[in-house]
């Protein structure tokens, strides 16, 4: 594929991060790859606040121009109310960033910790678990 | 609230000498401020679930008459099109086919009984069907998240006179109203009035209001009924009962009911138990009027990682750490039996991730719904404590002292009785049915399963919690875990798990290729 993944350091640490942050619903390591990180930048092309995982889908632009679809999971729609997340967050065409891990079989699906506005900003998706304290 | 007027039969006559009359005539149970007391288990009595309006027997549903007031629905004429086609093709698409939340209204309507529950601040109706539940706020509580929809919509009340009025806004579009195809928009609102007429029938009413679909607002009108020969709900696992039908979801010989105690086992110690110390109370905290602790309200367990593992733990192959919950026996160790060990160290392998039933939405079972996580609300109203779990789930504790269900019954909540002891309430559950993991690592539990659980309060915000298991299958003595839940001034909203569960594609594929390789 020629999409746009950027292997890195950081991406590495954020998958340390992330291990202390994985999936209520169901098991992170079964559906996603520890060993695929990806680091994306697009457009929204949708925000679905769904559960059991919100998923924001983005177009990711190739080497080649065209563009490339990636459904990015996140966690269920109630958590990320919870965390603040408006509607006004991530209207279509929205430019954000993302790391994370691909899923397993290969699909341009990853499952996301947090995304990164354009102005810097920084949204977390997280856990219940973690508003336990 | 402290009204000695729940509907066991028996007491129920005793208050009925009491109270005062409704405007039909009819004596009713009230609470000790007077209002009606709704608690009870209940049924409709209508084909509205069907269709709403005049309809003739199809092969897929029974004939009825108009539950409409005025006999049919005021659609405007560009939204007919749409129910047309919702009629026509509604074996592929009435959102019920895969098991989607109801709506609140369709819902009440099902042939499936419901039971609400009471007190000065909420109502509460847990359905037997997929353990849906609505919770209404009747307090005037503040709603804290306007503006995002849900399936069951968020629903206020207040009592005018001897009825309770119910406002549901934030509904999504997802739902029917009926199984014939009659539906509604964003734009829709709902009011509910809920009458008790007599001591065991509530009229129901609801007022639907969507202009966008509608040309001026219409109302639907049945009687439930209260179900005086059924003691409790049982379940209805709408999308696990599919699956197993499907093969999706696999039977497992060795846990599910009835599997036997394997030969190979050592002999469980059912005399090893714990004999840990009550927790301390670090602060006072409310009493009810009965002299109770106050456990309600909104509470989110400090498990600690308890969903990925119940013992201590360091990150392995993606799981992130687990504290360690387990506090008999004392090394923290899970007392498996061989067997049921290598079960669940299978069970951290990816292609086994499909295998676990949250990861189909179906609910977590006990203990794990307490540590999911997932936040849940624990309400107190006359004779019961009631738990609901955000994730669609709930469970009903009876305080009454009453049996267990015959051994046959079998569910993936179980059977729970309950019973304070001093300041800790203590809840026995038995029958249930082994379908469930204990976490996403795999911790293994069985149909054989008997559970003491303890809530203790410690303060007025904390609840430590103990759960110990005896399980005679894969384990060769009982063993305790403990964590604290902690409240919170929040509010539940709803986890519609079925709604967009792609996972489970990618879990399958993950499955079926370790499978193919084999």
Known sequence: MKHKILLSIASLLFSQLFVSSALAHHSFSAEFD????????????????????????????????????????????????RRGWKRTHLVAGTVIQVQGFQARNGSTTANIRGIILEDGSRLFSGNADELSK | ????????????????????????????????????????????????????????????????????LGGSIPYRDSALAK?????????????????????????????????????????????????????????????LYPGFEFWMGDARGQWEGDTLVVEINDLNDRTWLDAAGNYHSLAAHITERYTLVDENTIQYQATIDDPEIFSEPWTIEFPLLRQTAMPRLLEYQCQAEAEEVSGDFERVEKQWYPAPIPAENIPFDTDAGADLPL????????????????????????????NYGLEV???????????????????????????????QLERREAWRGYDDPTA??????????????????????????????????????????REHLSESIRLWMGDAVGHWQGDTLVVESSNYNGKAWLNELGDVTSHAQTVVET????????????????????????????????????????????????????????????????
């Open chain 2, 360 to 401: 189909h939405c179906f609910v977590a079972g006990i203990p794990r719904s307490h540590y999911v996580p997932s936040p849940f609300y624990i309400l107190q109203t006359p004779g019961y404590v009631v738990i609901l779990h955000e994730r669609m789930s709930y469970r009903v504790i009876p305080l009454d002292g």
């Open chain 2, 455 to 518: 809530y203790t309060p410690v303060s007025d915000s904390q609840i430590i919690y103990r759960a110990t298991i005896a399980d005679p299958i894969p384990y060769s003595r009982p063993w305790t875990i403990e964590m604290p839940f902690n409240k919170q001034s929040e509010e539940l909203l709803e986890v519609a798990c079925l709604e967009d569960n792609n996972d489970l594609e990618h879990l399958r594929d993950v499955r079926d290729e370790h499978r193919a390789q084999m």
């Open chain 1, 34 to 81: 520890i060993d695929k990180p990806v680091s994306l930048s697009g457009k929204v092309t949708r925000m679905q606040w769904s559960n059991p995982h919100g998923w924001i889908y983005i177009d990711v632009e190739n080497e080649d121009g065209s563009l490339t679809n990636w459904a990015l999971e996140t966690s269920a729609a109630n958590n990320l109310i």
């Open chain 2, 83 to 143: 129910r047309q086609n919702n009629f026509e093709n509604r074996a592929e698409l009435d959102p019920l086919k895969k098991c989607f939340l109801p709506g609140p209204t369709r819902i009440m309507a099902m042939p499936f009984p419901f039971q609400i529950f009471q007190n000065d601040e909420h109502v509460a109706i847990t359905f037997e069907w997929t353990q849906v539940y609505r919770l209404i706020y009747t307090a005037g509580q503040e709603h």
């Open chain 2, 279 to 306: 927790p301390e109370v670090i602060s006072a905290f409310n009493r009810r009027d009965d002299g109770s602790p106050d456990i309600s309200g909104y509470f989110v367990s400090d498990a600690g990682g308890a």
């Open chain 2, 1 to 68: 609230m402290k009204n000695r007027c729940f509907p066991g039969l028996s007491l129920l006559l005793t208050c009925l000498s009491l109270l005062p009359l409704t405007a039909f005539g009819q004596e009713i149970p009230r609470t000790d401020a007077g209002l009606p007391f709704l608690q009870g288990i209940w049924q409709a009595q209508t084909r509205a679930a069907y269709n709403l309006e005049d309809h003739v027997a199809r092969a897929d549903m029974q004939a009825g008459t108009s539950v409409v």
């Open chain 2, 313 to 343: 733990r360091e990150n392995i192959a993606m799981f992130p750490p687990a504290r360690g919950v387990v506090v008999a026996p004392a090394d923290g160790v899970l007392p498996y039996q061989d067997w049921a060990r290598a079960e």
